[in-house]
C-alpha cells in the first residue's frame, strides 16, 4: 500500500486534548462551562448511538452535557417548543438536534428554529450563508474535520485541484466553502455530473461525500493525490459470519490505497474528527456568547 494513511482518531485525539485544555482554561479565567444540548427524537438505534458517544466525548472535554430524548410521536410544536427553550437556556451555548427526525417533522423548520449563535452543527442559513460569505460562522463539524485533515496532511493548500463528489448542505457544498478558502481550485461533482471518473483523475485532493458504498474506483484517482473519504456505508460480510455487517467508505479503500499519496480509512478517518469539531463548535459558541476572543488552540 503505498499511500500513507491519515489517522483521523490520533488527529483527533489530539485535538480533543487541545480543547479540554481551552475549556479548562475558560473555566479558570471566567468561571465559564461550555454546554452541549443533544436532543433525539425517537429511538433509532444508530442515533442513539451517535447521541451517547457525544455525551461521553463532551463530558470528556470537561463540559457540560444535557440530553434530551423525545417520543418518536412527539409533534413538530412540541420540539420547537423544546429547541425555543434550549435558545433561551444560558448554560447550554449549543444545540445539536440529532437527525433524521421522524416523518411528522420537518428537518428545515428545525434547522431554522436553532438559535445561529447555539447552531453547533452549522446547519442554519445565517450560518451557511455566512460561512459562503466568509465571515465568521459555526461550521458543519464534519467538513471541517475533512479539511483539517487535508491540512495537516498536506500542509498549504493554495492552488491544489479539490474535487468533491457530492453537494449536499451537510458536507460537499460546506467543504467547497472551506477549501475555497485555502486558496484550493474547487469543482464540485454529483449525481449529474459528466465523466465523473475523468474530473476525479484530476484532483489532487479528491473528497468522496456520497453515501454510495466504494463508488470511488482506482482509477479514478491521480497517483500521488489525496483522499478523504467522508463516506459511512454499513454493507454485509458474510466472510465475518451470517449476518454480519462492517463499516465502508465511498472510497474503494484496498484498491485506492495502491494510487494515492494519502487516504484516510473508513471507520478511523473523518468520523472521529466530526465529534472533535462539534466539541470546538461548542467552545467557540460559548466564548462568543460571553463576548469572549475565540481561544486559540
Ligand atoms: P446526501 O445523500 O445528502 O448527499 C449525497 C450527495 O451525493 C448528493 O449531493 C448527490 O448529488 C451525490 N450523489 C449521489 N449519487 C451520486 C453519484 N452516482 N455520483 C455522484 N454523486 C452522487 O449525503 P450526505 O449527508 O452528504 O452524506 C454523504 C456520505 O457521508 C454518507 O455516506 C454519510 O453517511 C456520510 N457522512 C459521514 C459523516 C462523518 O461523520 N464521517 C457525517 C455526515 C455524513
Redesign the pocket.
Known amino acids: 500500500m503505498p499511500a500513507a494513511m491519515i489517522d483521523g482518531k490520533a488527529i483527533a485525539e489530539e485535538f480533543r486534548a487541545r480543547i479540554g485544555v481551552g475549556v479548562a482554561d475558560l473555566k479558570t479565567t471566567h468561571n465559564l462551562t461550555p454546554g452541549l444540548a443533544v436532543v433525539l427524537v425517537g429511538e433509532d438505534p444508530a442515533s442513539q448511538v451517535y447521541v451517547r458517544n457525544k455525551g461521553v466525548a463532551t463530558k470528556a472535554a470537561g463540559m457540560a452535557s444535557f440530553e434530551y430524548r423525545l417520543d418518536k410521536d412527539v409533534s413538530e410544536a412540541d420540539l420547537i417548543a423544546q429547541v425555543t427553550a434550549l435558545n433561551k437556556d444560558d448554560d447550554v451555548h449549543g444545540i445539536l438536534v440529532q437527525f433524521p427526525v421522524p416523518p411528522q417533522i420537518t428537518q428545515q423548520t428545525i434547522i431554522e428554529t436553532i438559535s445561529p449563535s447555539k447552531d453547533v452543527d452549522g446547519l442554519n442559513p445565517v450560518n451557511a450563508g455566512r460561512l459562503a460569505s466568509r465571515l465568521d460562522a459555526l461550521t458543519p463539524?464534519?467538513p471541517q474535520?475533512s479539511v483539517m485533515l487535508a491540512k495537516q496532511t498536506l500542509g498549504n493548500l493554495e492552488g491544489l485541484h479539490a474535487v468533491i463528489?457530492?453537494?449536499?448542505?451537510?458536507?460537499?457544498k460546506p467543504v467547497a466553502q472551506l477549501l475555497l478558502q485555502e486558496n484550493c481550485t474547487v469543482t464540485m461533482?454529483?449525481?449529474?455530473?459528466r465523466d465523473?471518473a475523468d474530473l476525479c483523475r484530476t484532483a489532487d485532493i479528491l473528497v468522496a461525500?456520497?453515501?454510495?458504498p466504494e463508488?470511488v474506483k482506482a482509477d479514478w484517482v491521480k497517483p500521488g493525490a489525496c483522499v478523504i473519504d467522508?463516506?459511512?456505508?454499513r454493507i454485509d460480510a458474510p466472510e465475518r459470519g451470517e449476518g454480519k455487517t462492517r463499516l465502508v467508505?465511498?472510497v474503494d479503500f484496498e484498491a485506492v490505497a495502491e494510487i494515492a499519496g494519502h487516504i484516510t480509512p473508513v471507520p478511523g478517518?473523518?468520523?472521529p474528527?466530526?465529534i472533535a469539531c462539534l466539541l470546538k463548535n461548542t467552545l467557540d459558541a460559548a466564548c462568543v456568547q460571553a463576548g469572549l476572543d475565540k481561544i486559540n488552540l
Open positions: 463539524c464534519t474535520g463528489v457530492g453537494r449536499s448542505n451537510l458536507v460537499g461533482a454529483h449525481s449529474r455530473t465523473l461525500a456520497v453515501g454510495i463508488m467522508v463516506g459511512i456505508n467508505g465511498d478517518g473523518v468520523g474528527m466530526t
